[in-house]
């Protein structure tokens, strides 16, 4: 059955209805392609363990369509408008921009011609809107994916751009008209403004990269047993955790295949008590994971964050000397399988004497036993 054109656009030029007409009949497929390739983009994102701020798709609305053929005096709208499916991938830092961007590549057919990069397109002189514009489609997985056939010849649009980028964006483009004809010193303030966001991309992608580089080291230096060189933060505790996964069979037993840290200020809480419970180095804290810990930790804890993992050991190692020294008195309760893990132990008798002298309750975790969120962290 074809569809119907709203009254409103038949008494425009028979070029124009001829577009709105494709559109019509055309959008519905492209809904269904926009559907496709955010699933994609998600599943892509999280192989290759890009973290990402936003990702949001859609499907351009009849009135945007007619508004751009309009606006650009497309000659031929149904071949050059190429963003009536389009995707939005918001990253952290700029280096994440040219990742997400090699993997679309290697995913999708990207056509050069036709994906511009507002940042060189700027030159040398100026500063402003610098997303990446990638116009895909579907590339040879049409051929031999049944399901994908409809999608043939549709391309679709996918903005990649920094957390940065993006604030200037929706700041420039928002409600102030900001990208508009402005007076000559209000233009020259935003220029500063746009250099200075610019500046501080680079200076976060600078700083995300020397993590990473420190990170190998620290890698690099367990495998080499020269951890003993490596002194405990948070970052060398969360490669220490990857370089041993493997090593601590029991982790995956209970369900930590990968790094899941809780809040930043929490892990910044349990390394603080790491220190002060006297361990200085990577060498030492491996030493607290042994493996009996380990295995009478997995009999009774299946889950767990690793601020919890690490706070057990302690107290496994040495319950008095955790409570009496390095306890932070930010966290308040033990669920019943620590209070069970660590009366394995000492007894259930001792723990509930450490829980009463302490102020402990146990049972599973409430939102109030963290401070930070009103009463606890």
């Known amino acids: 059955m074809p569809r119907v054109i709203p009254k409103i656009y038949r008494s425009k030029g028979d070029s124009f209805l001829k577009s709105i007409q494709w559109y019509v009949e055309a959008r519905e497929r492209y809904e269904r392609l926009t559907q496709h390739v955010e699933k994609q983009l998600k599943e892509l994102l999280k192989t290759h363990d890009i973290p990402y701020v936003l990702l949001t798709a859609r499907t351009k609305s009849l009135d945007s369509f007619r508004a751009k053929v309009q606006r650009k005096r497309y000659a031929n709208p149904t071949k050059q408008v190429t963003d009536i499916s389009g995707a939005r991938i918001v990253v952290y830092v700029e280096s994440d921009v040219h990742r997400v961007g090699k993997l679309l590549k290697s995913e999708f057919r990207v056509h050069p011609q036709r994906s511009p990069d507002k940042g060189e397109e700027l030159g040398i002189d100026k500063v402003g809107y610098r997303s990446k514009h990638f116009v895909c489609d579907l590339g040879d997985r049409i051929a031999i994916s049944e399901d994908l056939r409809d999608y043939a010849g549709l391309l679709f649009e996918i903005q990649v751009r920094s957390i940065l980028q993006h604030a200037w964006a929706e700041i420039a483009w928002g409600p102030y008209k900001l990208s508009g004809m402005l007076p000559t010193h209000i233009e020259r303030e935003l220029n500063l403004c746009a250099g200075r966001l610019e500046s501080v991309d680079r200076d976060f992608t600078r700083i995300v ?118 306890w932070s008195r930010h966290w308040h309760r033990l669920n019943p399988r620590e209070f069970a893990f660590l009366s394995s132990k000492y007894g259930e008798a001792v723990v509930w004497n450490v829980c009463e002298k302490h102020r402990l309750n146990v049972g599973e975790e409430d939102w109030s036993d963290f401070v930070g969120f009103g009463i606890g962290i």
Request: net charge negative.
């Open 209 to 326: 990269k020397a993590l990473h580089r420190y990170g190998s080291k620290v890698i690099a230096a367990i495998d080499s047993e020269h951890d003993d060189l490596i002194s405990i933060n948070s970052v060398s505790v969360e490669y220490f955790f990857k370089a041993r996964q493997e090593k601590y069979k029991e982790l995956v037993a209970m369900g930590i295949e990968e790094i899941k840290w809780w809040y930043p200020w929490v892990m910044t809480d349990v390394i603080s008590e790491l220190l002060v419970f006297g361990l200085k180095t990577i060498r030492e804290l491996d030493a607290l994971l042994t493996q009996a810990f380990m295995v009478a930790f997995s009999k009774f804890v299946k889950s767990c964050d690793y601020a919890s993992l690490l706070r057990n050991a302690m107290m496994y190692h040495d319950i008095k000397y955790y409570f009496d020294t390095a």
